[in-house]
Each structure stands twice: as C-alpha cells, then as structure tokens.
C-alpha cells in the first residue's frame, strides 16, 4: 500500500517561512505529477500547487511568487517552501499523487494525512 507522509507544518507569524515535506513509499516503480492541496477552516479542498516528474512546476494565483514546489535528492520526496505567508494560508496542507506505478499495479488518489499550517496576523 502507498503511503504518502507530510511533515513540516507549524505556527508561523504574518510574513514569516515554513518549507513542507511529502514523501511517498511503498513498492513505487514511478510516480508522475505531486500536488499539495489545502483546506482551510469551513472551505473546500483547493489546488496550490502541481509539480511533473520532470520538475515543471504549476501554481495556483493565491500562492504563486510565494510559495516553490521542487523535489528532493530523496526519491518521491517532494517540498514546498512557503515564503511571505499571511493569515489567509492558514490550513490543512496535503500531499497528493493523482496516479503512482507501483510493483503491484497502478493505485490513484493518494493523500496524506495532512499538515497544519498557521500562521497569525
């Protein structure tokens, strides 16, 4: 089974920095295109932030300039430094992998157990 781990969220103050990590294991032969996810209190799951096995990058408006995704030297270990944050990132970050290749076949939608992110004003 995939398992998908995050770690690195916290209590930040407004403008200050937090770098979060996702990495996956369990028997993976390949895995495509990361994302993190976040949800903050009361609101739905939204995109932030996409990164392809070849290291192209893709962000969404509210976080774009502030935030890089990039992989690790660790293999299916990817990061995301979050710089500038601001009270409205407050949330549960998650780690997401659309599809992973693994040695017992293809499993999609994999997810993390979520980060907390806080940051205060």
């Known amino acids: 089974q995939v398992q998908l781990v995050e770690s690195g969220g916290g209590l930040v103050q407004a403008g200050g920095s937090l770098r979060l990590s996702c990495t996956a294991s369990g028997g993976i032969k390949s895995i495509d295109t990361m994302a993190w996810y976040r949800q903050a209190p009361g609101q739905q799951r939204e995109l932030a932030a996409t990164i392809t096995s070849g290291g192209s990058t893709n962000y969404q408006y509210f976080v774009k300039g502030r935030f890089t995704l990039f992989r690790g030297d660790a293999k299916n270990t990817i990061y995301l430094q979050m710089n500038d944050l601001q009270p409205e990132d407050t949330a549960v970050y998650y780690c997401?992998?659309?599809?992973?290749?693994?040695?017992?076949?293809?499993?999609?939608?994999?997810w993390g157990q979520g980060t907390q992110v806080t940051v205060s004003s």
């Open positions: 997401n992998a659309p599809r992973i290749v693994t040695d017992r076949g293809v499993e999609c939608e994999k």
